[in-house]
């Protein structure tokens, strides 16, 4: 089966992964066009993240191949595929602790640039930089707090922060897993209308797990559900509302929202 095409920034033919005897993920073949906003949903467990893990190259498929703007990448490490242009959120791990929140935002623009991490630049470009940093953490709705540490912002607002760096870095992919997981309730709205925000701001290929069907409904362009391992369903929001397959899988008591 060859379906490669040229409009799709990545595509997966046949994709699978096993743990042992056990398949998480079941022979997916995907298609996210540029500038698409697809979601991801299913019961835990379902093989949504391990579907991430596949496409960032975190590990090998047992079988298929990923193919990313026209280029097969199936055997290639992470590193390679972050520097193509597939970005993924991890949690905390790329916040330096001890800068502020634009200086971390700042140095994650310049590792985008030639010369990364070059503190003796030009002062014009070093002004680029920050103004584009700025941009951003206005974006993940932290202005104002630029000059804080990055250490003593809410647990809330270090994953706002998270996601800027990821945006800072201006992947051409940008793969979110569940960025509202263990957030608490009163910072999960603010989460929400960062994702919004993203999607508001058009430009951007995402591919969003969630299990906030309001949001998920709300933001994506298309919508595919995954059920032990398997991509049971890909359709607009409105299709996968209505998906009685899905219904009974997943979706159990969601129906659409007037208005
Ligand atoms: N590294 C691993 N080693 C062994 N089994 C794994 C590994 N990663 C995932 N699995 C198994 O693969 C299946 C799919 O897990 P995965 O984390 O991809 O699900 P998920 O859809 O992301 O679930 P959730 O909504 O809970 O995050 C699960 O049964 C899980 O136990
Ligand atoms: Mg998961």
Redesign the pocket.
């Known amino acids: 089966m060859n379906t490669t095409n040229q409009s799709n920034i990545l595509q997966t033919e046949g994709l699978s992964?096993t743990?042992?005897g056990?398949?998480?993920?079941n022979g997916v073949s995907l298609a996210v066009r540029e500038g698409e906003f697809k979601s991801?949903i299913?019961?835990?467990?379902?093989?949504?993240?391990?579907?991430?893990?596949l496409i960032s190259g975190m590990?090998p498929p047992s079988a298929g191949r990923i193919i990313f703007e026209g280029r097969d990448i199936t055997g290639r490490p992470a590193f390679y595929r972050s520097k193509l242009g597939i970005g993924r959120s991890f949690q905390m791990t790329t916040i330096f602790p001890n800068l502020t929140v634009l200086e971390n935002a700042r140095l994650a623009v310049q590792s985008r640039e030639p010369h990364a991490f070059n503190f003796w630049q030009p002062v014009t470009r070093f002004g680029r930089d920050e103004e584009k940093a700025f941009a951003i953490l206005e974006m993940v709705m932290l202005g104002g707090r630029e000059l804080q540490a990055a250490q003593t912002l809410s647990h809330g607002d270090k994953r706002k922060l998270e996601i800027g760096i990821l945006l800072a870095t201006n992947p051409r992919l940008l793969l979110l897993?569940?960025p509202t997981?263990g957030m608490s309730r009163d910072d999960v709205p603010g989460i929400i209308e960062v994702v919004q925000r993203i999607k508001r701001a058009g430009g951007r290929t995402v591919m969003l797990?969630e299990?906030k069907m309001d949001m998920v409904m709300s933001v994506s362009d298309s919508v595919m559900v995954?059920h032990y391992?398997e991509m049971i369903a890909d359709g607009s929001p409105q299709e996968i509302a209505r998906n009685e397959t899905v219904q009974s899988a997943y979706l159990g008591g969601y129906t659409e929202r007037a208005g």
């Not at 056990?22 to 993920?25: G, H, I, K, R, S």
């Not at 299913?42 to 893990?53: D, H, Q, R, V």
Request: proline share 4%; net charge neutral; no cysteine.
């Open positions: 992964r743990f042992g056990q398949v998480a993920v991801i299913g019961p835990n467990g379902a093989g949504k993240t391990t579907l991430f893990n590990m897993d569940e997981a797990v299990h995954m391992g």
